[in-house]
């Protein structure tokens, strides 16, 4: 080769390489921002946000030529995944791509809801009884069913994750310790009649708790005192394993066959007059003797008679106590219904007169009546139960002065009154308290009550009315 050829082909490659600089020197750039930030790869972005398209900047020889940038996009803001936007410039020689990856990603954590507190009691983590939940997510909607539960120690940890891996979890606490005392009830009856000298066989209770299988520690208070007269109590004492306790009382009624009457002794010395049936046209004249001597007595009424005697007993400071509206054996025994609908009747009545409704009653014919078994068997043992676990304190007497029994057959008005006046004296006792059943319908009743008076108060008796804090006095019941 010639010296010539070649300084001509140096002069051509430097020619070549000097254009190839200058190539490269004006080759236009895609240049792409989003939120003012320069992006060469990819973007991230929250799915459901709005997404616009970044901006472009592309210049050749100095002048923008962005407008001429081809831009292919197919990105789904609300669709989870990864999209492409394509950039293409067409100038002079150039074709010059650029492809930007754009993400759809969810990074908000799931949200899970408790039901009930987040702090609860309970007798132990294994026996919370799981009081529900809830979970949801910004992308995948209800995630309830991927709630996953741990238990560890007194905790429990409720974790969920969504389908982009975001997690999220909650606690419940769970106060390990028992608050609630025992349950228990009586096996056999409350109310226990017992003949003096005999055992009552105890029938035990049944106890369960919320927290313990089984409970070891009662223990039962038991002074009955089956030679002696009276009124007792058993008590039952449950205590759980967290000295949780209740208590529960059996009445055993120790009772004397010979006289049929239970008598606790009460408070010795004190006569309760009571009259039953009326009130009737008498009861002025016995309210009037009463007022003399600043005695207040019980009243056992009925529907008879007239509302302001009632009014005028309750005004003067006397029980006014309920006997039923009718005294009809065969319509207050027929059913337990019909007797509590007959005394509720006179309960009414007395509630309409005087503001209040009295809880205290007498059985017609006292609890020890056998007359109820013409109407209904067994009706006494149910109602002697039934009225004091509805509220009531019934009350039978120690003693009867006969003035509606065999004083009432005597020939005259004197003959009965000294019938009676005996019966009063005869059944009186300083050793306990005297509940004397009379009745304010009979005239000589009436009549004869000063003279009875005057001997309670020479022979050193006291006198008082029935309240609800008085000692119950129940006879035996025989049907
Ligand atoms: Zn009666």
């Not at 529900?132 to 209800?142: E, I, M, P, Q, R």
Request: with cysteine.
């Amino acid at each position: 080769m010639s010296r010539n050829k070649i300084i001509v082909l140096s002069i051509i490659c430097g020619l070549i390489i000097l254009m190839l600089f200058l190539l490269l020197e004006i080759k236009p750039e895609i240049i792409v921002y989003y939120d003012n930030i320069e992006i060469n790869d990819e973007i991230n972005q929250e799915v459901f946000n709005d997404f616009d398209l970044p901006v472009i900047k592309c210049n050749f020889l100095n002048k923008d030529v962005s407008n001429e940038v081809v831009v292919t996009s197919n990105v789904n803001k609300d669709k989870l995944g990864k999209y492409e936007i394509n950039y293409n410039l067409k100038k002079f020689i150039f074709n010059i791509n650029k492809t930007i990856t754009v993400n759809i990603v969810d990074n908000i954590k799931p949200i899970i809801l408790l039901n009930g507190e987040n702090e609860v009691h309970a007798c132990s983590i294994q026996s919370y009884n799981e009081e529900g939940y809830s979970a949801s997510d910004n992308y995948d909607g209800d995630l309830t069913d991927k709630v996953i539960i741990e238990k560890e120690n007194d905790i429990i940890k409720y974790t969920v994750k969504d389908s982009s891996n975001n997690e999220k979890y909650i606690t419940r606490k769970i106060l390990t310790s028992d608050i609630e005392a025992p349950k228990i009830k009586l096996n056999g009856k409350e109310v226990v009649y017992v003949k003096l000298n005999e055992k009552y066989n105890d029938e035990g209770i049944s106890v369960s708790d919320n927290c313990d299988t089984s409970i070891s520690n009662i223990s039962i208070e038991n002074k009955v005192d089956y030679s002696k007269v009276g009124v007792y109590e058993i008590i039952y004492t449950a205590v759980d394993s967290s000295n949780n306790s209740s208590s529960i009382k059996r009445y055993i009624y120790v009772y004397d066959p010979n006289t049929g009457v239970n008598i606790n002794g009460g408070k010795k010395g004190v006569i309760y007059l009571t009259f039953d049936d009326g009130p009737s046209t008498y009861t002025p004249k016995i309210l009037d003797i009463l007022s003399k001597y600043n005695i207040k007595a019980t009243f056992f009424v009925t529907n008879n008679g007239k509302d302001s005697v009632i009014k005028r007993e309750f005004d003067e400071g006397h029980t006014v106590a309920l006997h039923t509206a009718t005294h009809s054996y065969k319509k207050v025994y027929k059913s337990v219904d019909n007797y509590f609908k007959d005394l509720e009747s006179v309960q009414n009545r007395v509630y309409k007169i005087t503001g209040e409704k009295p809880m205290i009653i007498r059985f017609p014919g006292g609890s020890s009546n056998t007359i109820s078994k013409n109407y209904s068997k067994g009706i006494m043992t149910i109602l002697t139960s039934e009225v004091l676990l509805r509220g009531y304190h019934y009350f039978d007497w120690t003693s009867v002065i006969e003035d509606a029994g065999s004083c009432s057959s005597k020939k005259n008005e004197v003959e009965k009154e000294n019938c009676i006046y005996k019966y009063f004296v005869k059944g009186l006792s300083k050793k306990r308290s005297n509940v004397v059943l009379m009745h304010d319908i009979k005239s000589y009743t009436a009549n004869k009550l000063e003279d009875m008076i005057n001997y309670a108060i020479k022979e050193g008796y006291t006198f008082e009315k029935i309240t609800m804090e008085t000692e119950q006095i129940h006879h035996k019941v025989n049907n």
